[in-house]
């Protein structure tokens, strides 16, 4: 089982190559934000199929529900609340092998076991926040860190 878990997450590399110039086709020559998210977002659930993939929107303080792929969600988060809050707080990507595991993680679905967060950062301030949760403890690494960095440099927000 072990093995198979390593020889997938192998494969996470070409995939991730082979997606970032698709969603730059798909959103360079869109304007809209909420469209270019949205693209993103079905993108990424499509292509790893991962529990759930989404955006969180910096607005009058707190981080609301934007665009997202996957069950029903938190609607906002404070800054410092859960991974969310707390990638947005330290302007840096988490990631969390274990969800139980982060102190005061927010369950918005029991399925969630690991997650990962980057945060979308325009003139040193965090606009909104990338996050992606699996149904599978420790899924995220280094790797997804590089890539989900990557695309969201291209996000015009």
């Given at each position: 089982?072990?093995?198979d878990?390593?020889i997938?997450k192998?494969?996470?590399?070409?995939?991730y190559?082979s997606l970032?110039?698709?969603?730059?086709a798909l959103?360079?020559?869109?304007?809209?934000?909420?469209?270019?998210?949205?693209?993103?977002?079905a993108?990424?659930?499509?292509?790893?199929?991962f529990l759930?993939?989404g955006?969180?929107l910096v607005?009058?303080?707190?981080?609301?529900?934007g665009p997202?792929q996957g069950p029903?969600?938190?609607?906002?988060?404070a800054?410092?609340r859960g991974?969310c809050?707390?990638?947005?707080?330290?302007?840096?990507?988490?990631?969390?092998?274990d969800?139980?595991a982060?102190?005061?993680?927010i369950a918005?679905s029991?399925?969630s076991?690991?997650e990962?967060v980057?945060?979308?950062?325009?003139n040193?301030?965090v606009?909104a926040?990338?996050d992606?949760?699996s149904?599978?403890?420790?899924e995220?690494?280094?790797t997804?860190?590089k890539?989900?960095?990557?695309?969201?440099?291209?996000i015009r927000?």
């Amino acid at each position: 089982m072990a093995e198979d878990l390593k020889i997938t997450k192998g494969h996470k590399e070409p995939q991730y190559q082979s997606l970032i110039p698709q969603i730059k086709a798909l959103i360079v020559r869109e304007g809209d934000v909420v469209a270019n998210l949205a693209n993103i977002s079905a993108a990424l659930k499509e292509q790893f199929n991962f529990l759930w993939v989404g955006f969180y929107l910096v607005k009058d303080d707190e981080l609301v529900l934007g665009p997202f792929q996957g069950p029903v969600a938190c609607t906002r988060i404070a800054k410092g609340r859960g991974v969310c809050g707390t990638s947005w707080e330290r302007k840096e990507t988490i990631i969390v092998p274990d969800v139980e595991a982060f102190p005061g993680h927010i369950a918005c679905s029991s399925l969630s076991k690991s997650e990962i967060v980057v945060p979308v950062i325009r003139n040193d301030k965090v606009t909104a926040v990338l996050d992606v949760d699996s149904d599978q403890l420790n899924e995220f690494d280094e790797t997804d860190q590089k890539y989900l960095e990557e695309i969201v440099r291209h996000i015009r927000i």
